[in-house]
Nanobody, 116 residues
Framework: QVQLVESGGGLVQPGGSLRLSCAAS????????MGWYRQAPGKERELVAL????????NYADSVKGRFTASIVSAEKTLYLQMNSLKPEDTAVYYC?????????WGQGIQVTVSS
C-alpha cells in the first residue's frame, strides 16, 4: 500500500506561482510511476505530468509545458509540482498519483484556484 497526501494549494492571481507537494508513505520502493492529475468543475480528470521513477522521464500535458515542472526528491519521499505563469484555466482539484506493481493510489486532492 502507498499513501499520498497533497499540500500547497490555494488561491493565486493569474500569472502567479504555486508549488504543490505530495508526501508518500508505505511501500514507496514499489512505485514505478508518480505524477499529477487535475479535474476542473464539469470536466473529466486529466493528466498534468507523469514521472517514470526508474528513468526519470517526465511527460507533461501540452497545456502546461513550459509552465509546470514536476520533480521527485527521494530523500524526502515527496513529489512536487512547481506551477508558474498560472492561468484561470488551471483552476482545478489537483490529485497526486502513484502506480506500483499492479496497483495505484490517489491522494485526496487539493484545490488550486487562479483568479483575480
Amino acid at each position: 500500500q502507498v499513501q499520498l497526501v497533497e499540500s500547497g494549494g490555494g488561491l493565486v492571481q493569474p500569472g502567479g506561482s504555486l508549488r504543490l507537494s505530495c508526501a508518500a508513505s508505505g511501500s514507496i520502493f514499489r512505485i514505478n510511476v508518480m505524477g499529477w492529475y487535475r479535474q476542473a468543475p464539469g470536466k473529466e480528470r486529466e493528466l498534468v505530468a507523469l514521472i517514470a521513477t526508474s528513468t526519470g522521464n517526465i511527460n507533461y500535458a501540452d497545456s502546461v509545458k513550459g509552465r509546470f515542472t514536476a520533480s521527485i526528491v527521494s530523500a524526502e519521499k515527496t513529489l512536487y509540482l512547481q506551477m508558474n505563469s498560472l492561468k484561470p484555466e488551471d483552476t482545478a482539484v489537483y490529485y497526486c498519483y502513484a502506480l506500483y506493481s499492479a496497483y495505484s493510489s490517489w491522494g485526496q486532492g487539493i484545490q488550486v484556484t487562479v483568479s483575480s
